[in-house]
């Protein structure tokens, strides 16, 4: 089960994806029905990591992978979306929780 909010990372891309919660998820055919990459991931606010697999309906489903990963982790793929909206002093950005990082995400996509 996801931990909302959460990101999604899209494979060799800086970009993240926010998505505040699961009705946002439901009700955005861009994220539930986009044709994602097999190494894209979906990363919750509890540090846990999914697959996004496209069922027959071409809906795509959040599956749990053994992986996880940490706050610093976090704040990296943070800091180069951030680098890549043209934000400024990327380096000096923190967090002390997943969570708060991905308000930066949030954010960072409303400016």
Known sequence: MVNWPAIIKLADDAELVYVNDQHEWDKDADLHRAHYDESDVLIDSSGSTFRLTQGSDQSVT????????????????????AALKGSCCVAKLSAASITDAFKIVESLDQT
């Open 62 to 81: 959040p599956e749990p992978n053994a992986d996880s990963i940490s706050l610093l982790d976090v704040l990296g793929l943070i800091k180069a979306h």
